[in-house]
């Protein structure tokens, strides 16, 4: 069987980062019929790991999270859709994969010696934090999942996953199925740099465009976007390369967006050309761009408007993909139990 697994932090509302890394394809994969089964987690516990004393923040955002999902395309019909700490069995999982895992080897993780930079836990890290490749192994092996979609920052994670799998395997019985990566198919869009032009699209460094902001929020935010410090004046030549905003037209301008919005250009090589040769403004270049994202965010926006209308059928959607998951992961953890010899009883 071909099952996916995917997952975000409700620690707030998604953006157009997340859109492009990861949820864009979700739906895509979903809709595409190739797949047996779609897990879909609302990753709460491990939110949890860095937010402990603010259980608040990661409760509302869970809903945020929900309302994003199902805005975007994603189909309780045809992917579950759960929260992860409905599912117990994650944990007794984790529990015995801990087992599996050095150390050093969690401390050896790029991503996470990354996430722990970027947080500056110093020597104050905590355990829940640290050995989130292995709760992610958990996830990943519960729903028998053989694929995951992920951006190319979190291969690290995927690969330590795959060396868990291929040790309980080896050491008690093979009946863990090792997953595979699926890559954003736009690479050069993965990860989408901020508004302002140094890091990362990110919630806590709060440059994001959110995927629920209104019209007024996006035309805002586009328009106090950092472009190419080197393009002072029309008449100056400009540089693309590591400007954000060519960098989110990457991302979502086609080529109809030219003969609806700027029919003087064909395509987004041609508008690279004038402003790489000098004499096109920067304010010119964002009223496109913004006019491309709204295309893009208003169905999004209006889909939204819909769900929250039925906030309560929204959490019984969450309660019955909750449910349903457990199922599968309760199947997958008698499997672990019986292989290792633990299952006294049976």
Known sequence: MDIILTADRPTGKLHLGHYVGSLKRRVELQNSGKFDKIYVMIADAQALTDNADNVEKIRNSIQQVALDYLSCGLNPEKSTIFIQSQIPELCELSFYYMNLVTLSRLERNPTVKNEIKLR???????????TYPISQAADITAFKANTVPVGEDQLPMLEQAREIVRSFNTTYAPVLIEPQAVLPDNKLCARLPGLDGANKMSKSLGNCIYLSDSAAEVKQKVMSMFTDPTHLRVEDKGHTKDNPVF?????????????AFWPEYQNLSELKAHYERGGLGDMKVKKFLNQVLEATLEPIRARRAEFEKDIPAVFEMLKKGSLEAREQAAQTLDDVKTAMGINYFK
């Open 120 to 130: 500056d836990f110093k020597q104050s890290i905590p355990v829940g934090f640290l």
């Open 247 to 259: 960098i989110y037209l990457d991302a979502f301008a086609k080529d109809e967006h030219f003969g």
